[in-house]
């Protein structure tokens, strides 16, 4: 059974102390590792799509990686913007998605 | 803004009742995904239709159904509610069958059964 898991539950970070937020994933044949940004009360919003191990992805502060057996959500210089809950997801080969329960961060001023 | 929209935001109701979910996807996508997200148990899986059609389905209850419709949108139904039913559900849409694409999340249903 696909398996996805996050740590840490909860980060609560000073703004610029940068970080990482891991996702790790047990699935048979991997398609795609997923990072998404989900603020309260509303959907998650996609981040990152990674799909081999040594891929890695950027955006603004934000920066994926992989490998074969976890990912990791690297953030640099954190502002408040950015506390959200950062959730992660894996697909096989001919499967639907699975997430991770999250990770809820928080960027103090 | 994701493109998706569901209605109604909020949704209050008792236990034993039956409601209606309704979302439009984003304009043209064919896929509709529907997830119950719960504090304890995170975005679970319920069901995806593909133009139409079921595609996958996942931890969804006897008591819970759902359609796509001639012109994309989708309504999940769900019937003889409990308090356990009480979660946020989101639609997302994709333009993929295969879903190796991103999908795209509307800003959910709170549900809350009393």
């Known amino acids: 059974e696909d398996q996805v898991t996050q740590s840490p539950e909860a980060l609560r970070l000073q703004e610029g102390e940068s970080s990482s937020l891991n996702c790790s994933y047990t699935?048979?044949?991997?398609?795609?590792l997923f990072w998404y940004r989900q603020d309260p009360g509303k959907g998650p919003e996609f981040l990152f799509t990674?799909?081999?191990a040594g891929e890695e992805k950027e955006k603004e502060r934000l920066k994926a990686t992989l490998t074969k057996k976890e990912s990791f959500l690297h953030i640099t210089a954190p502002k408040p913007e950015d506390s959200a809950t950062y959730l992660c997801a894996v697909q096989a080969h001919g499967q639907n998605f699975v997430f991770g329960p999250g990770t809820r961060l928080s960027v103090l001023p | 803004d994701s493109g998706v929209t569901q209605t109604p935001k909020h949704l209050i109701t008792a236990t034993g009742q039956r409601v209606t979910l309704r979302c439009s996807p984003r304009s043209g996508d064919l896929s509709v995904y529907w997830y119950q997200q719960s504090l304890d148990q995170g975005l679970q899986f319920l069901i995806q239709?593909?133009?139409?059609?079921?595609?996958a389905k996942g931890n969804i209850l006897e008591r819970f159904s759902a359609q796509q419709f001639p012109d994309l949108h989708s309504e999940l139904n769900l019937s003889s509610l409990e308090l356990g039913d009480s979660a946020l559900y989101f639609c997302?849409?994709?333009?993929?069958?295969?879903?190796?694409?991103?999908?795209?999340f509307g800003s959910g249903t709170q549900l809350s059964v009393l």
């Open positions: 699935v048979s044949g991997l398609r795609g």
């Open positions: 997302a849409s994709s333009g993929d069958r295969a879903a190796n694409e991103k999908l795209f």
């Open positions: 239709y593909y133009n139409g059609e079921e595609r």
């Open positions: 990674l799909y081999s």
